[in-house]
């Protein structure tokens, strides 16, 4: 399944996106590795067995020029784009009623409309050579809302809907969408989640300390695809939640209200 692949990871810098590629790097694939953090994309690809097995092509999903310019690269060094994963994304720690417009579009053009470019640049040669696989890493509040997370969940939300409808349009065309919800996975996202004013957060949320790691994380992910599920959960015991919000939603309700926002 992955072997001989070219993989677009947006998002391959650091945490689930840099565990993805040197795993699947590892099964064989020729991994393209975006972010806007160039320095530290070229720190991942040197850890990887056959680094001329990879290339790197620096990407701010905030900046359409920058998305534009990733576009043309990828294009002019690739034939053909196997399979996308959409990693990238930035997290919120404020209170709704105190996070700027600013900072809400921030985060959407990071986590939804950057992802949604990126999507329909590869979409069109995937559905002409009836095969593709197109990853979306949401997260456990694209499900529901919760503290100090207001348009963030929306922007996973939104990712929900939209890959929901895109894979309606292309399954006939033998091209897979798969929507992953990671639970709490120990990386860094929490420190780089925006305040109300825009700027990085700065600390570890207690749960996310506590969560799997990302390379578990990713173990998870490629199972899963591998299983042909189109949407799953990641994690450890918090993805009972899942059950519980589908099951019996006003239980699960109760108990989220309970549960510390940090």
């Known amino acids: 399944m992955w072997n001989n692949k070219t993989i677009w990871i ?16 590892q099964k064989g694939a020729f991994v393209v590795l975006s972010s806007r953090d160039q320095k530290s994309l070229s720190e991942i690809q040197s850890t990887l067995s056959n680094p001329k097995r990879s290339s790197i092509i620096p990407i701010d999903l905030t900046n359409e020029s920058s998305i534009q310019e990733g576009i043309q690269l990828f294009n002019s060094q690739h034939s053909q784009c196997d399979i996308v994963i959409h990693c990238g994304g930035i997290s919120q720690r404020a209170l709704s009623v105190e996070t700027s417009i600013e900072v809400t579009r921030k985060i959407f053009e990071s986590n939804f409309f950057g992802h949604i470019r990126l999507t329909q640049s590869v979409l069109p040669g995937m559905v002409q050579k009836k095969s ?17 997370r207001s348009s963030y969940a929306a922007s996973k ?21 798969h929507m992953v919800t990671p639970g709490f996975i ?8 925006l305040n109300s004013n825009g700027e990085a957060d700065g600390a570890m949320d207690s749960h996310q300390a506590q969560g799997i790691s990302a390379k578990d994380c990713a173990e998870q ?37 309970r549960q510390s926002a940090r």
């Open 186 to 193: 120990a990386t860094d996202i929490s420190k780089h989640a």
């Open 10 to 25: 947006i998002g391959a810098s650091r945490g689930i996106g840099a565990a993805l590629a040197q795993m699947l790097h």
């Open 132 to 148: 593709g696989k197109i990853i979306v890493i949401s997260s456990l509040t694209g499900k529901w809302g919760f503290y100090l």
């Open 221 to 257: 992910i490629i199972k899963g695809v591998e299983q042909n599920k189109i949407e799953f959960g990641v994690g450890g015991k918090e993805l009972f939640s899942l059950f519980l919000h589908q099951y019996f939603p006003h239980l699960f309700r109760k108990i989220l209200k």
């Open 157 to 177: 939300h939104a990712l929900h809907g939209y890959y929901d409808s895109v894979r309606m349009e292309v399954e006939k065309d033998n091209v897979q969408v």
